[in-house]
Structure formats: C-alpha cells, structure tokens
C-alpha cells in the first residue's frame, strides 16, 4: 500500500474514531512544523495501528482512556470520552466499569 493509500485509510479511521469536527480542528491547526508528524500518525497509528486485526475499536478506545488517564492526559482522556459516547463507540456503563477496573 502506498503512503497516499496508508493516508487516507488512516483519515476514514481517524475521523469513524473521533469524528468530523474534532479531526477537521487538528487539521486546521497544522503547521509547517507539525505537519509531517500529522500525517505520520494518520497512516501509521490510525491505519496500521487501530485498524489492525485482534482488536476492535471499542476495546482499543477503553485501551487508550486507561493510558490517558494513568498517564494524566486529561484533555486526550476526555476526547476519547466524548468521542467514544458520541460516535458509540462504548456505553456508558463500559466507561464506569473501565474506571472501575482502572481504580483498583
């Protein structure tokens, strides 16, 4: 797959993950600086990564709100919060009980 394909692969993921607004505000915001690891993480960590067998989005998303929040990443925590309940991809008694799991 070429890198063009690997892109746009990785953008139909990114924005099924964490919709339109969210992803068209990322985009907005690139730079001349910034631009190269945008697209890297489009084709290589929403295309390779999130789309990869094994694992299905809902289960990577409650993934990534245990890492944000042991992390301390709070603003990527509640993005992956309010775009996982808005675009279904978990209900809110998984969200509870992914914290649950993450307390003790």
Request: a neutral charge; one cysteine or more; charged letters at 30%.
């Amino acid at each position: 797959m070429e890198d063009r394909d690997r892109h746009a692969a990785g953008m139909k993921v990114r924005r099924s993950v964490l919709g339109d607004a969210w992803v068209d505000k990322a985009l907005a915001g690139r730079t001349p600086f910034n631009a190269d690891y945008q697209a890297m993480i489009t084709r290589y960590a929403w295309n390779e990564i999130w789309d990869r067998p094994g694992l299905d989005h809902r289960t990577r998303r409650l993934l990534v709100l245990v890492i944000c929040a042991s992390l301390a990443r709070w603003e990527e925590f509640r993005l992956h919060v309010r775009s996982g309940l808005d675009q279904g991809g978990f209900t809110v008694e998984e969200l509870k009980e992914t914290l649950m799991q993450l307390a003790v």
